[in-house]
């Protein structure tokens, strides 16, 4: 299974928003109403920041939001921080416990 | 909340093996599905194999089935993963994450350990 289509860098100045898009198929995103998003900042564990497509994990700011339209599922994050500044990954399951991950997109606070 | 231990990595020649731990503590270890997620250099993340919460049910990832065998012991509350005829390319870090109960319909990685280094060369 080949991985998600990411975007490999996404910038913007802190307060501003960015979105990262993550395009599968209809037999990943398209099928199933499980895409899951990752902030990894290198060196530490990967987090989980959304899970069903657009639900947040206790404690993770309202700032992160997911959606999906058809084979696509995007992060959108608001009022970039400094913090937010790290590597982001998107997973949709695809069946038989089976998931695939996205490329990775860095995102740089300016 | 849960928390993710892994060991065991290390370097090894190519056809080698190894054997990754995961201790893990915080949870009913036995009612939740796990799984292996890795990291090659400057690449993204990869899932590589996940398993029932009983252990007797696993799946794996093409480009390690045959090789990888996921296990665990509920007793000890410890996840595996024994690696044969390791190539350059397995090389990575392993993260072991912990998945929602077995059979709740719900599939993402809700916890992660740090991760294990494997380096394979000779």
């Known amino acids: 299974q080949s991985a998600l289509t990411q975007p490999r860098s996404v910038s913007g100045s802190p307060g501003q928003s960015g979105t990262i898009s993550c395009t599968g198929t209809s037999s990943d995103i398209g099928e199933y109403n499980s895409v899951s998003w990752y902030q990894h900042h290198p060196g530490r564990a990967p987090k989980l920041i959304i899970y069903?497509?657009?639900k947040r994990p206790l404690g993770v700011p309202d700032r992160f939001s997911g959606s999906r339209s058809g084979n696509t599922a995007s992060l959108t994050i608001s009022g970039l921080q400094a913090d937010d500044e790290a590597d982001y990954y998107c997973?949709?399951?695809?069946?038989?416990?089976?998931?695939?991950f996205g490329s990775g997109t860095k995102v740089t606070v300016l | 909340e849960a928390q993710l231990a892994e060991s065991g990595g290390g370097l090894v020649q190519p056809g080698g093996s190894l054997r990754l731990s995961c201790a893990v503590s915080?949870?009913?270890?036995?009612?939740?599905?796990m799984g292996w997620v890795r990291q090659a250099p400057w690449k993204g993340l990869e899932w590589v194999t996940t398993i029932s919460a009983s252990g007797g049910t696993t799946y794996y990832a093409d480009s390690v089935k045959g090789r990888f065998t996921i296990s665990r012991d509920n007793s000890k509350r410890t996840l595996f993963l024994q690696m044969n005829s390791l190539r350059g390319d397995d090389t990575a870090v392993y993260y072991c994450a912990k998945l929602p109960p077995w059979g709740s319909g719900r599939y993402y990685f809700d916890f992660w350990g740090q991760g294990s280094l494997v380096t394979v060369s000779s």
């Open positions: 915080g949870f009913t270890f036995s009612s939740y599905a």
């Open positions: 997973c949709s399951y695809a069946g038989s416990y089976s998931f695939v």
């Open positions: 069903d497509v657009n």
